[in-house]
């Protein structure tokens, strides 16, 4: 049951941060998500059978120390941005912020009501995942989040670097999940103990 229920946080969790980029998009001109009927919170709209399910449930099993997943990517025109110079910085953090806000939300909770220890679970989990997904979205590394944050700032001198990184770049987040993942850790740990209290 425990397993069932992380994994509706987590489908629920990715279909808050994926309408959230839709929903800045739709507010800097570009309607293209909203017109592929992607600014709902209905998860059937955003479900990845990979990334939303097959990943999900193949971690649970194993008990893995991190469970990540993902949704279709919601589609976003640029070239529709009224921001054309900071548009897809708004879009690529509102995902992450989206999460950010509902970890502050159900951590803030935690920290100042005296909740029943199976809503002290609950929300624990709904903080921690929220967490996660925001931490890992922020890596600077092709598809996540972080790469277009990074692109954006990237002088034009330094495009070598913006290839690799597409070029290799699920070969990358597979080593950072890998090799990285301490400092993952520490910056989820770090961020849950400060807005809920807890360790």
């Known amino acids: ?20 980029h839709g929903s800045v998009a739709y507010y800097l001109g570009d309607p293209t998500a909203k017109y592929a ?34 949704a279709k990517p919601v589609p976003v025109n640029p070239r529709n941005f009224r921001d054309q110079k900071y548009g897809s910085v708004k879009v690529s953090l509102a995902g992450p912020l989206a999460n950010l806000g509902v970890a502050l939300i159900f951590g803030l909770a935690l920290r100042f009501i005296n909740l029943p220890l199976s809503l002290t679970a609950m929300f624990a989990y709904i903080v921690l995942i929220n967490i996660v997904l925001a931490v890992f979205n922020l890596i600077p590394i092709p598809p996540l989040d972080g790469s277009h944050i990074l ?3 990237l002088p034009y001198s330094a495009q070598k670097i913006k290839f690799f990184l597409r ?25 849950f103990s400060l807005i809920t209290g807890l360790t």
């Open 167 to 191: 070029q290799f770049g699920m070969f990358l987040i597979i080593f950072v999940i890998f090799f990285g993942f301490q400092y993952i850790s520490f910056a989820v740990s770090w961020l």
């Open 1 to 20: 049951m425990e397993y069932i229920f992380l994994i509706v946080i987590l489908i629920f969790s990715v279909v808050i941060h994926e309408v959230a």
């Open 151 to 153: 692109f954006a700032f």
């Open 37 to 70: 009927g992607r600014l709902t919170l209905n998860p059937i709209k955003h479900l990845d059978p990979i990334g939303s399910v097959f990943l999900p449930i193949i971690l649970v099993l194993i008990q893995s120390p991190i469970i990540l997943g993902w």
